[in-house]
């Protein structure tokens, strides 16, 4: 059983400060990372992959990925209002097709002004 | 251009009946999945669609549940004699043929089984 794991939170953070969210996978094999945002009631939206060792960045956000210890994390900096939200990692298994991910259940991140 | 659309938002459904959900991908997407979310629950994978073709059924469950996306129109998720654990949001997502791994997800039906 395939399992992607995050910290359910919330995760309290002063607006301007970075947030860091970290996600952990079982499948040894996986080749592709995701994270999505989405804010309650509303659809997830693709913020961010990563496919290599180390970390990419876009904008205010950072993933950092390591496959030795099976873990991803996200990054933003200078958190505003508009981030509150839950944040989803999603894992592409090394025998998955395209578009089948393992979703966390999600951590959320409430910044406060 | 028009994000990936989905009908009804809410549906109500009574125990016994079927549930038709629909959902129209991005314009020149031509990959199509279905994912459901229960409550405090992250999504889950149910199926993977091209057009006339279904790529990956293995999150489906094996009975009351058939997808299908045709040469013409939008993708239907069927559920059959809808029971009150099918009550979830289901969200169809699309992806273009030449990224196919960046899924782009309509906004949901939510399901309620009385």
């Known amino acids: 059983q395939k399992e992607v794991e995050q910290n359910s939170g919330p995760l309290s953070v002063p607006e301007g400060a970075i947030a860091s969210l970290n996600c952990t996978y079982s499948d040894r094999g996986s080749q592709s990372f995701f994270w999505y945002r989405q804010y309650s009631g509303k659809s997830p939206e693709l913020i961010m992959f990563i496919y290599s060792n180390g970390d990419k960045e876009d904008g205010r956000f950072t993933a950092q990925l390591n496959k030795a210890s099976q873990y991803v994390s996200l990054l933003i900096r200078d958190s505003q209002p508009s981030d509150s939200a839950t944040y989803l990692c999603a894992v592409n298994g090394e025998t998955d097709s395209w578009g089948k991910f393992q979703f966390g259940a999600g951590t959320q991140v409430v910044v406060t002004p | 251009n028009a994000g990936v659309m989905q009908n009804p938002r809410h549906l109500v459904r009574r125990r016994g009946q079927e549930a038709r959900l629909r959902c129209s991908p991005m314009k020149g997407h031509s990959h199509v999945y279905w994912y459901r979310q229960l409550p405090e629950e992250g999504l889950k994978f149910m199926v993977y669609?091209?057009?006339?073709?279904?790529?990956?059924e293995s999150g489906m469950p094996k009975e009351r549940f058939s997808a299908e996306f045709p040469k013409e129109g939008p993708s239907i998720l069927r559920i059959q004699q809808v029971v009150r654990g099918d009550s979830a949001a289901y969200f169809c997502a699309s992806s273009h043929p030449t990224g196919v791994e960046k899924l782009f997800f309509g906004s949901g039906t939510q399901l309620s089984v009385l």
């Open positions: 669609l091209q057009k006339e073709n279904i790529i990956d």
